[in-house]
């Protein structure tokens, strides 16, 4: 359900099957989509769920993953901060959806859920 980019420098995300249907959901309503994971504190480490090209990537961004959703005709980029990347290196991301509302600008706020970020060290 996932590819990276570079398998070398980049962690491996993946979508839980909630995610992915999240994910549909938010393509039929939104159109094309993306993500970028900051580094910043509480809401602000949390996946984030934008229109593709909403959210401004630049030098300090990293694209970890297109990832491919079933029922989706374009793949999902998935970024995230470097210096968020040097961190989570070692990891393979795991996108999730749990209940609550996030404080953030994600599209899936109003569906009363919201993306979380689960990890696991690479080769366990």
Known sequence: MSSTTDPD?????ELTPA????????RDAHGPLMFHQSGGCCDGSAPMCY?????????????LASLAV????????????????????????IIDVVAGRGSGFSLEAPEGVRFLTRSRLVGT
């Open 19 to 26: 995610a992915a249907e999240l994910l549909r959901k938010l």
């Open 9 to 13: 420098s980049a962690p491996h995300v």
């Open 70 to 93: 079933e029922g989706v005709e374009e793949p999902v980029t998935f970024w995230m901060s470097r210096s968020q990347h040097e961190v989570w290196s070692h990891t393979r991301l």
């Open 51 to 63: 229109p593709a090209g909403e959210f401004r990537t630049g030098d300090s961004d990293v694209l």
